[in-house]
């Protein structure tokens, strides 16, 4: 079972600053099969990267998803009110889906 | 609009049983697999089963093997799980989710299911 870590687990930034997310896999999954979610309080997970590094329909191009292997970075450009939130990623592997335990991105 | 909509949550005692529904509209229900994940203030997110267009192939995490069975009646656009020998570990909420590209790609508004006696 691949496990994931996310880090950090708080990033406190100010609006329109830039947030770097990591997540670093214990194993290489299927083929980049990495995924990024985005929750808000009370509200169920909203996809927002999927591969790696493909947006998903309606995502912002402040949303960007990077990196290969074993280690992999959600990056919002500049951080606008409503993208505070806690973030997940995901990934495939072995007929398993498995997801990190979460980045919560607060206002500074 | 692609929409996914839960019921079948509640309150069970250690042991027992419950089922949970799910109902797809807005897309060709047949065309894609299907998959629940749960959610819990201590674990976070979960997947916890999926289940393929036709039903012929069905997949659980280790936790709910033998326990929880993934099923779906694509005539009513409907995916079931039916929950049995529930425990504490077990109380979560349990989200329909539409898997594309290996990523739960839509989800349901959540379903509570609360195991205590």
């Known amino acids: 079972e691949i496990v994931l870590t996310q880090s950090p687990g708080t990033l406190s930034l100010s609006p329109g600053e830039r947030a770097t997310l990591s997540c670093r896999a214990s194993q290489s999954g299927s083929s980049n099969y990495l995924a990024w979610y985005q929750q808000k309080p009370g509200q169920a997970p909203r996809l927002l990267i999927y591969?790696?590094?493909n947006r998903a329909t309606g995502i912002p191009d402040r949303f960007s998803g990077s990196g290969s292997g074993t280690d992999f970075t959600l990056t919002i450009s500049r951080l606008e009110p409503e993208d505070f939130a806690v973030y997940y990623c995901q990934q495939y592997g072995s007929s398993l889906w498995t997801f990190g335990q979460g980045t919560k991105v607060e206002i500074k | 609009e692609v929409q996914l909509v839960e019921s079948g949550g509640g309150l069970v005692q250690p042991g027992g049983s419950l089922r949970l529904s799910c109902v797809g509209s807005?897309?060709?229900?047949?065309?894609?697999?299907i998959s629940w994940v749960r959610q819990t203030p201590g674990k976070g997110l979960e997947w916890v089963a999926n289940?393929?267009?036709?039903?012929?192939?069905?997949y659980y995490v280790d936790a709910v093997k033998g326990r929880f069975t993934v099923s779906r009646d694509n005539a009513k656009n409907s995916v079931y799980l039916q929950l049995n020998s529930l425990r504490a570990a077990d109380t979560a909420i349990y989200y329909c989710v539409r898997l594309k590209w290996f990523a739960f790609e839509t989800w349901g508004q959540g379903t509570m299911v609360t195991v205590s006696s």
């Open positions: 807005g897309f060709i229900f047949n065309a894609d697999w």
């Open positions: 591969g790696a590094s």
């Open positions: 289940i393929k267009q036709s039903g012929s192939e069905k």
